[in-house]
């Protein structure tokens, strides 16, 4: 069934109006000029086909249409106020979805959202595997963690520098290429082909050759001696990213935690 167009704008003043019985007092309260609810009552007086106020001696008054009309414009604002409420509960909800790569969730994600929780006992978190085709809506995320070259079409910030680093094992090795989805393809041959980042960290860990890696995937091995830097660190142009849409962005539960994951 077809709904019938509502001109809340103009409801919203014959209330006020219809209260106050002034244009006046009316235009004080929704901080407009008094011409201007004067011009929203006569807008919505000739879309219904009715007179909504009279003015008399004594000031205005309503008339029957009106007067007809009132309670269920009231009972209304209060539905619509509740849905408001209702939409907005999910703001304070103490749960938070996030999606990111397997590789980054182990070697950086967890033990960051860990370190949250323990700060905020209430609130609990759902960690899905992310993909290339991230629906938020579908999915019901609120937040996601993407090795990209930047946010897309998403709102966004950047984790760390967007640097790539070579690892190898801590007492060195081979100089045979680990091969990963994410990693440049190089002109040897690769020693061995891993899933993610992360695998290939600890392919190169246990010996099997070099891994070339984000730096930030890299920085909790390198920072305990399971590998060690060889050669400089490389400007890349990927680099990880918290995204998420403008209204899941905007959420006050998304904002402390990308502050507590950046800070």
């Known amino acids: 069934m077809k709904r019938t167009h509502l001109p809340l704008n103009g409801l919203r003043v014959l209330d006020a109006a219809a209260r106050h019985l002034s244009f006046t007092r009316a235009a004080d309260e929704l901080a407009v000029t008094p011409?201007?609810?004067g011009q929203q009552i006569r807008a919505l007086e000739d879309m219904l086909g009715v007179v909504l106020f009279r003015r008399t001696p004594k000031g205005l008054?309503?008339?029957p249409e009106t007067e007809a009309g009132l309670e269920a414009l009231r009972a209304g604002f209060l539905e619509f106020e509740e849905a408001v409420r209702a939409i907005q509960a999910g703001q304070s909800s103490s749960s938070l979805t996030i999606a990111a790569p397997r590789d980054i969730t182990a070697k950086w994600l967890q033990k960051r959202l860990a370190a949250y929780a323990a700060s905020q006992p209430d609130l609990k978190f759902a960690l899905v595997a992310a993909d290339d085709a991230l629906d938020f809506t579908e999915a019901n995320l609120d937040l996601a963690l993407r090795l990209a070259d930047g946010p897309g079409e998403h709102e966004g910030i950047r984790l760390g520098?967007?640097?790539f680093v070579t690892v190898e094992a801590a007492d060195g090795g081979?100089?045979?290429r680990i091969?990963?989805?994410g990693c440049p393809h190089g002109d040897k041959p690769a020693s061995i082909r891993v899933a993610d980042g992360g695998l290939a960290i600890e392919a190169a860990a246990n010996g099997f050759g070099r891994a070339f890696v984000p730096l930030l995937l890299a920085e909790a091995d390198l920072a305990a001696g399971r590998v060690r830097q060889v050669g400089e660190r490389n400007v890349s142009s990927l680099s990880y990213w918290l995204i998420a849409p403008l209204p899941q962005w905007r959420q006050k539960k998304v904002k402390a935690l990308v502050e507590a994951l950046v800070g």
């Open 61 to 63: 008054e309503l008339t």
């Open 174 to 176: 081979p100089a045979g």
């Open 161 to 163: 520098e967007a640097v």
């Open 179 to 181: 091969e990963w989805p």
């Open 35 to 37: 011409a201007a609810v």
